[in-house]
């Protein structure tokens, strides 16, 4: 896993950072100003040499021990360097990439943690009844389900739960309280979706309503902020003067969704018709550009950090090597003939038959002959298959709406 100064900074502009510094700092007569500007911004000071050292070396060392610091650490640092000595070109794109990531971060959270204190808030809220939300839906769907546990837990794994942090040894009860305890960490979206699922199965629910008509609220209240914020953002950007950009060869800021990604491993394996090593190298891809870890669960978020130009790329391998009968457009194009004709809660598993993910309601795994023979006779769609690549198959309809809506952002219908 790469370290954040990794993340943020790569060789080049690393580089060219390190030969300012020492340009910069060289004709001091001791490193003692530069040890305490960095050591007031919490830089771990005691790794640092100090006698008989060079300034080559020593920024050499610095810039190696940056490797091992947080994001928040690397930010205060720099914002003290470049303060100090402001002008230098390659100090200041440091800090403005971490600055501007620090922000984006800190964004994130607070939209995650917000989310959380909403579902929290309407599960603690308590009816004419004295009961909270919380004690009525987990009266109502142990009520549900205390006959049916399996059909609760593919329900909402269907709709994207993470069904693996619940343990299946557990008694029902303690299931259910787990169940909205981890549903308090998720965010709306993912909640909206899941509530639906079992709103869907129990018409009869009241409490389940409540909830499902609740969250649409709030995802309708989020999209519209959403969309209100991009529209400041444009009349901000329209008001601005045009700048011309001074000419600099230093490297271009660097997002996550900014990786140079190799796709010569994916393009051999295609090629030669591998397709299950095309088919792990695809989620490898895809786990790189994310930051996800192999069997780490998968959301709408994770989707939209995907750029554009990185689905174009991996549709338009998949669809030339098998004739189109493979590639994300291809699942996208299935997905919606079937969401024109059925209902929400019965499309993923429409679909997971349709592209041969499932037989007969099973989900079937790689190593299964009718699987293989899926894939072997270009069954239109089946791969590549969404990440996580684990035999919990049933997981993978629930993302391909994700996938679908970022295809259509992307107008990736010209790719085809």
């Known amino acids: 896993m790469s370290s954040d100064f990794e993340k943020y900074v790569d060789k080049t502009l690393e580089t060219s950072l390190r030969e300012e510094l020492i340009g910069l700092y060289e004709c001091e007569s001791s490193s003692i100003s530069f040890r305490t500007l960095i050591g007031d911004a919490t830089f771990p000071i005691d790794k640092l040499p100090i006698d008989r050292t060079t300034w080559r070396d020593l920024i050499t060392k610095f810039l190696s021990i940056c490797q091992s610091l947080s994001l928040d650490k690397l930010n205060n640092i720099f914002f003290k360097l470049y303060n100090a000595h402001q002008g230098y070109q390659y100090l200041k794109t440091v800090s403005d990439i971490l600055k501007k990531e620090v922000k984006t971060n800190n964004a994130t959270t607070r939209k995650i943690e917000t989310?959380?204190?909403?579902?929290?808030?309407?599960?603690?809220?308590k009816n004419s009844d004295g009961l909270t939300n919380n004690d009525r839906l987990n009266t109502e769907i142990l009520n549900l389900y205390q006959i049916q546990v399996e059909l609760f837990r593919t329900t909402i794994t269907k709709a994207g739960f993470p069904i693996e942090q619940i343990s299946d040894k557990e008694p029902l009860e303690v299931i259910i309280f787990q169940f909205l305890e981890k549903c308090k960490g998720l965010d709306d979206y993912r909640n909206l979706k899941i509530f639906k699922a079992l709103y869907n199965k129990n018409r009869g629910s009241v409490i389940i309503e409540n909830t499902v008509n609740y969250l649409e609220?709030?995802?309708?209240?989020?999209?519209?902020?959403?969309?209100?914020?991009?529209?400041?953002?444009?009349?901000i950007e329209e008001s601005q003067p045009i700048r011309e950009?001074?000419?600099?060869?230093?490297?271009?800021?660097?997002?996550?969704?900014?990786?140079?990604?190799?796709?010569?491993?994916?393009?051999?394996y295609l090629t030669h018709k591998e397709w299950k090593k095309a088919d792990e190298e695809t989620l490898n891809i895809m786990n790189e550009i994310c930051e996800k870890q192999k069997d780490d669960f998968w959301n709408e978020e994770d989707i939209n950090r995907i750029s554009c130009?990185?689905?174009?790329?991996?549709?338009?391998?998949?669809?030339?090597?098998?004739?189109?009968?493979?590639?994300?457009?291809?699942?996208?194009?299935?997905?919606?003939?079937?969401?024109?004709?059925?209902?929400?809660?019965?499309?993923?598993?429409?679909?997971?038959?349709?592209?041969?993910?499932?037989?007969?309601?099973?989900?079937?795994?790689?190593?299964?002959?009718s699987f293989k023979a899926n894939v072997y006779g270009k069954k239109l769609g089946i791969l590549p298959t969404p990440p996580p690549f684990t035999s919990l198959k049933r997981t993978y309809p629930g993302l391909i709406p994700f996938l679908v809506n970022k295809i259509n952002d992307c107008q990736c219908d010209s790719f085809s």
């Not at 609220?217 to 009349?235: A, Q, T, W």
């Not at 000419?247 to 997002?255: D, E, H, R, V, Y």
């Open 115 to 125: 989310s959380q204190q909403k579902m929290k808030s309407f599960l603690n809220l």
């Open 309 to 369: 130009s990185e689905i174009l790329e991996i549709d338009k391998l998949w669809r030339e090597s098998s004739n189109n009968n493979f590639g994300l457009t291809i699942q996208k194009n299935i997905w919606e003939k079937l969401e024109s004709i059925d209902k929400e809660d019965i499309i993923q598993e429409k679909f997971a038959e349709k592209v041969g993910w499932s037989q007969n309601q099973e989900y079937l795994d790689w190593d299964q002959p």
């Open 217 to 235: 609220e709030i995802c309708l209240k989020n999209k519209e902020n959403s969309l209100n914020n991009i529209k400041i953002n444009e009349k």
């Open 245 to 268: 950009e001074p000419k600099t060869t230093a490297s271009p800021q660097k997002t996550k969704t900014d990786y140079t990604v190799n796709y010569t491993k994916l393009s051999n």
